[in-house]
T-cell receptor
């Protein structure tokens, strides 16, 4: 099956900890994106990568970091500098016919 | 002012009704317009994708774009309980000559179809 796999589905983080969210795709798409979704705010762009070894900040990059060492993988690290990390995180790829989203990771700070 | 404004609802209608969902935008650089459907705790899935002003129909769904007014709509005919979801408008912008682009989303409208 072609698609995007995000893991874990649910993640709990203690304050002050860094956590890494996984996003893996087998669609052979070059461009990958991370969005954050909060109630009443829609999806907001955190980081995006058009190609391996290159990535750009989105609209709300503060407190997050990414890497793109392989075409298939675009992990997102939520650092302790992110003051309000509790949210639903969505990874997406862009292909010829548009964007495909993963099923998301729900991160909760405890 | 947000670049994309969408009425958050929630919106409840009886089964079989026609549903109208709307977004306005302010950025003239937006070139492509999309509607996504998102079920609870899932990722969004693409419903409709349009470029030019006018109407595009796909089954029970019609997407309408008015670039002069910076206004897009999604109409759902003969609504079904399975249409109950959050609907997000999204606008695509090319941001460089190297193919960089991004989507800007509306806040989403939660729709419930009552049997």
């Amino acid at each position: 099956d072609g698609g995007i796999t995000q893991s874990p589905k649910y993640l709990f983080r203690k304050e002050g900890q860094n956590v890494t969210l996984s996003c893996e795709q087998n669609l052979n798409h070059d461009a990958m994106y991370w969005y954050r979704q909060d109630p009443g705010q829609g999806l907001r762009l955190i980081y995006y990568s058009q190609i391996v070894n290159d990535f750009q900040k989105g609209d709300i990059a503060e407190g997050y970091s990414v890497s793109r060492e392989k075409k298939e993988s675009f992990p997102l690290t939520v650092t302790s500098a992110q003051k309000n990390p509790t949210a639903f995180y969505l990874c997406a790829t862009r292909g010829t016919y548009g964007y495909t989203f993963g099923s998301g990771t729900r991160l909760t700070v405890v | 002012q947000k670049e994309v404004e969408q009425d958050p609802g929630p919106l409840s209608v009886p089964e079989g009704a026609i549903v109208s969902l709307n977004c306005t935008y302010s950025n003239s650089a937006f070139q492509y317009f999309m509607w996504y459907r998102q079920y609870s705790r899932k990722g969004p899935e693409l419903l409709m994708y349009t470029y030019s002003s006018g109407n595009k129909e796909d089954g029970r769904f019609t997407a309408q774009v008015d670039k002069s007014s910076k206004y897009i709509s999604l109409f759902i005919r003969d609504s079904q309980p399975s249409d109950s979801a959050t609907y997000l408008c999204a606008m695509r912008e090319i941001i460089s000559n190297f193919g960089n682009e991004k989507l800007t989303f509306g806040t989403g409208t939660r729709l419930t179809i009552i049997p």
